[in-house]
């Protein structure tokens, strides 16, 4: 089979570029293939199906990586003008509570996929569903994609075919692999977007305790990054947006990576002191175990008067000394867990690391073969939670898209 330009993996950035190459260039063929029975299954599982496409506040601060993703979208149209005045699609800003989120009005993906879809109808746009890529030959003015019995030639590709997270939505960094071979450089790769691993024993007696605080990325005594919100602490691991923000740190920080949680940020150090003493007279005859009964749930207040003195639980709390009542502030207000691993890729949302920003040119054109375009989540960038990394594969993928379809001759209607 042949076509013009080929797009490999139908997800948001893929769907993207297809729609902006063929808009950029209506006479050419341009044909998604995709590895699952149909296109779009990420979007529609994102945001527990309501699809956090962008976020108000988006800044560096939200990007990591080698490739500078803010720039890139800052110069492409925002979501207002690709989702409502193209697509027809009523966006919402701060969808339960999430602040600064941007959801569609109807409060589910589907929306978002539907409309997508019918723009690939309108314009023509092939999709070749259900069939992976599995081997990429450059020559010099075209490629052939290798899949299974049948070969795939096209003058220009643009490879969006995902990172290593969420394998079951078909992204299990097989294309990476393949760029790898064919003398990609890629950044180091972990999951990203996902919990953090910490020694079960760390955590016995914590499993399915939420509660809202600070917590801190440190290394080395140097606290990397501090986020506000509700962890929730599991089985292995610890988890909740804000842990899910720190984790594309562990990349560049492996084995020297700590979490330290402030579980109760608007209270000063003195101003518990005082509660706890205040507790320490009025309920005295009370075992210790009740210390904390009044500011977190039984089993996260048992945790913490259990890890910081050593003594019964069944002691009564006027027993407590002032040296075994600070030790216990000190666990409330630092908290530390070792990292010692990230989640697997079925857990996490993202990926850190991926094609390096230094194989692509300003409009993510390989600078290794000329007619090959990279979007999305296989690049070396990795958002924060709230609606980044796709607000990142929409931008990424009308850029690669617009300029492989003007590229090609007879460009522009
Ligand atoms: C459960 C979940 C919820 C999320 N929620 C949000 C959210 O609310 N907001 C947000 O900003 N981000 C969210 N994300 C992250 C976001 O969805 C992704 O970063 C984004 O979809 C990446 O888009 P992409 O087009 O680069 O890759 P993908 O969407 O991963 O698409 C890649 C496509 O390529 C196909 N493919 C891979 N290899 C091949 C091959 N060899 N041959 C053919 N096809 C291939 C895959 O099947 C896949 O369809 C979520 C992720 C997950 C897993």
Redesign the pocket.
């Known amino acids: 089979m042949k076509t013009d330009i080929a797009v490999?993996?139908?997800?948001?950035?893929?769907?993207?570029a297809a729609i902006a190459a063929k808009e950029a260039n209506s006479g050419v063929r341009v044909t998604i293939?995709?590895?699952?029975a149909r296109?779009?299954?990420?979007?529609i599982?994102?945001?527990?199906g309501?699809?956090?496409?962008?976020?108000m506040k988006l800044s560096e601060y939200n990007y990591h990586g080698s490739v500078k993703a803010v720039d890139i979208i800052e110069k492409m149209p925002d979501y207002t003008q690709f989702f409502t005045d193209y697509l027809g699609v009523l966006c919402v800003s701060g969808s339960e509570g999430r602040e600064g989120?941007i959801y569609p009005r109807s409060n589910s993906?589907n929306t978002i996929v539907n409309a997508m879809r019918m723009k690939l109808d309108e314009l023509g746009i092939e999709e070749i569903c259900g069939?992976?890529?599995?081997g990429i030959t450059a020559e010099k003015d075209r490629f052939t994609?290798i899949?299974g019995d049948e070969n795939i030639r096209c003058k220009r590709l643009i490879i969006?075919?995902?990172?290593y997270?969420?394998p079951t939505?078909?992204?299990?960094?097989?294309?990476m692999r393949?760029l790898k071979n064919m003398g990609y450089k890629t950044a180091k790769i972990c999951p990203a977007?996902a919990p953090l691993r910490v020694a079960p024993d760390k955590l016995k007696g914590l499993k399915g305790v939420r509660v809202k605080g600070e917590i801190s990325a440190v290394s080395g005594g140097k606290v990397l990054r501090t986020e506000r919100g509700e962890m929730q602490f599991n089985e292995n691991n610890i988890s909740g947006i804000c842990v899910f923000n720190l984790a594309y740190l562990f990349s560049e920080y492996e084995g020297k990576l700590s979490l330290k949680a402030d579980l109760l940020p608007d209270m000063s150090w003195n101003e518990l002191k005082g509660y706890i003493e205040n507790i320490r007279k009025s309920r005295g005859n009370l075992p210790i175990e009740e210390l904390l009964t009044g500011i977190f749930v039984k089993n996260l207040g048992v945790y913490l008067v259990k890890n910081s003195v050593d003594r019964p639980l069944t002691d009564k709390i006027s027993a407590l000394k002032n040296k075994e009542i600070s030790a216990i502030i000190s666990r409330i207000k630092a908290l530390e867990f070792e990292v010692c691993g990230c989640s697997p890729w079925q857990n996490?949302?993202?990926?850190m690391g991926g094609i390096h920003g230094s194989c692509v040119d300003g409009n993510l054109q390989s600078r290794l073969h000329k007619g090959l375009y990279l979007?999305?989540?296989?690049?070396d960038t990795a958002?924060d939670?709230?609606?980044?990394?796709?607000?990142?594969?929409w931008s990424?993928?009308m850029l690669a898209g617009g300029s492989c379809g003007k590229s090609l001759k007879g460009a522009g209607k």
């Open positions: 490999i993996g139908g997800g948001a950035s893929g769907i993207t293939i995709e590895k699952l296109t779009g299954k990420k979007i599982a994102s945001g527990n309501k699809c956090n496409l962008s976020n989120g993906s069939c992976e890529v599995m994609l899949c969006a075919a995902g990172g997270a969420a939505f078909g992204t299990d960094g097989g294309i393949i977007v996490a949302q993202s990926t979007c999305g989540e296989i690049l958002g939670c709230g609606g980044y990394n796709l607000q990142w594969a990424s993928g």
